[in-house]
């Protein structure tokens, strides 16, 4: 499962990064490759299977705790 994971993980590199290098798009290049990165980490450990938090309960601290907004 992991070897898969990586060969499409290498897939969309090599769709996307060479258009974006001749196109010379750097900044979106290093967003994309940073953004790919999170993602590839968070596939990597859910495969291995390292329970991920969910974002919900971050959000939720964060609206409630820290932004003092109540949505319920």
């Known amino acids: ?10 897939g969309v ?4 990064v060479p258009s974006l ?5 750097w900044r979106e290049l290093i967003v994309f490759l940073i953004l790919l990165s999170i993602a590839f980490v968070m596939a990597f450990l859910e495969t291995i299977g390292v329970k ?4 919900a309960k971050g959000l939720d601290y964060l609206m409630e705790d820290i ?3 109540n949505y319920h």
């Open 1 to 10: 499962m992991v070897f898969l994971l990586v060969c499409v993980f290498i």
């Open 13 to 16: 590199i090599l769709f996307e």
């Open 21 to 25: 290098i001749r196109q010379k798009h």
């Open 52 to 55: 991920i938090p969910s974002p």
């Open 67 to 69: 932004l003092h907004l």
